[in-house]
């Protein structure tokens, strides 16, 4: 099994600034003084770069862990909106209740793995009142007559 590479001290400090978000990445390698030939080097080797989308990776199920943790917020407020008098937010409330369905994908159904079905993760998105149903339906026929009439 061949010996795996290990990063310099300089090269794990310049990945951790890069994921910091408190600068770019040229004023990270200024910071670090590294020369673009030599960052240039470092990313062709695999241990860099394995650091690399270790971490994005993990800011990857960090993000998507947090989104996860306030969609049942976002989708409660959407639903709220669609009873706005404001007929464009209802309109656009509307729209991205349809479109959630991105957002209840798992990471494991993105990937195209089979995922078992029970009654709380059928995949199905969850079910509207018929008021809501109603609401989104008359939107989306107003906004399809304002297209019709527009062309």
Not at 16 to 36: M, P, S, Y
Request: with cysteine; proline share 5%; charged share 25%.
């Amino acid at each position: 099994m061949p010996k795996k590479e290990k990063l310099s001290k300089r090269q794990l400090d310049v990945i951790d600034d890069l994921f910091a978000g408190e600068l770019d990445e040229q004023a990270i390698l200024q910071k670090h003084k590294v020369r673009a030939k030599l960052y240039n080097q470092w990313q062709a080797e695999d241990a860099f770069i394995e650091q690399l989308e270790k971490r994005i990776a993990a800011a990857h199920r960090q993000s998507a862990a947090l989104i996860a943790r306030y969609a049942p917020i976002a989708a409660a407020k959407l639903v709220q909106l669609t009873q706005s008098e404001k007929v464009e937010t209802a309109r656009k409330a509307c729209l991205d209740i349809i479109s959630m369905q991105n957002l209840t994908t798992s990471p494991a159904q993105a990937a195209g793995k089979p995922q078992p079905v029970n009654p709380d993760t059928s995949g199905h998105p969850p079910q509207l009142t018929e008021q809501t149903a109603a609401k989104i339906l008359a939107i989306l026929a107003e906004e399809n007559s304002h297209d019709n009439n527009k062309s």
